[in-house]
T-cell receptor, first 115, second 112 residues
């Protein structure tokens, strides 16, 4: 296993368009997280899944954002009607719930630019 | 909500020790973490400490935790150019439903 992968690595879109990102976690990991990171900031939690169940969503997450993990493996994050403020790095992480210290393994991120 | 704060920059000479500091507000923190982020690479867990410990050492890395003052530090001995990165402090607790609360990151700059 080569770790967490994310696609695409970069996405440039026009305001108002929909975009979808994909995350493939480490295969045996049952938890999957989505974060957003802007320049000079730490990651901001968006949502997380345990297997296929979405257990928590940030209150900051607009209705334009939706995430799925249909078979408990890969996940998609969709942003509808993108706005310039959505420009950021979108990070995915996965972890094994059984580990008490819950180490999260991060992917390289998808950089979104909304023009 | 809970908060984690770090200085934005630290500049050290190659070969010296680097000490990166972090303060947090969550009195029920269970684990505290140091992550490293290099350009173009994902965040990488460097080390973590359980809240009932006050020190953890791992090769060139030493983590000190002062739970009374809610202060965490990461010391990197014999700093090398490969240590140039942004270092993030993060914490988690049962109160935050084990979500990670992150600092803004400290950029470590190595001077030759």
């Amino acid at each position: 296993d080569t770790g967490v992968s994310q696609n695409p690595r970069h996405k440039i879109t026009k305001r108002g368009q929909n975009v979808t990102f994909r995350c493939d976690p480490i295969s045996e990991h049952n938890r999957l997280y989505w974060y957003r990171q802007t320049l000079g900031q730490g990651p901001e939690f968006l949502t997380y899944f345990q297997n296929e169940a979405q257990l928590e969503k940030s209150r900051l997450l607009s209705d334009r954002f939706s995430a799925e993990r249909p078979k408990g493996s890969f996940s998609t994050l969709e942003i509808q009607r993108t706005e310039q403020g959505d420009s950021a790095m979108y990070l995915c992480a996965s972890s094994l719930a059984a580990l008490s210290y819950n180490e999260q393994f991060f992917g390289p991120g998808t950089r979104l630019t909304v023009l | 909500g809970e908060d984690v704060e770090q200085s934005l920059f630290l500049s050290v000479r190659e070969g010296d020790s680097s000490v990166i500091n972090c303060t947090y507000t969550d009195s029920s923190s269970t684990y505290l973490y140091w992550y490293k982020q290099e350009p173009g690479a994902g965040l990488q867990l460097l080390t973590y400490i359980f809240s009932n410990m006050d020190m953890k050492q791992d090769q060139r890395l030493t983590v000190l935790l002062n739970k009374k003052d809610k202060h965490l530090s990461l010391r990197i001995a014999d700093t090398q150019t490969g240590d140039s990165a942004i270092y993030f402090c993060a914490e988690t607790s049962m109160d935050s439903n084990y979500q990670l609360i992150w600092g803004a990151g400290t950029k470590l700059i190595i001077k030759p």
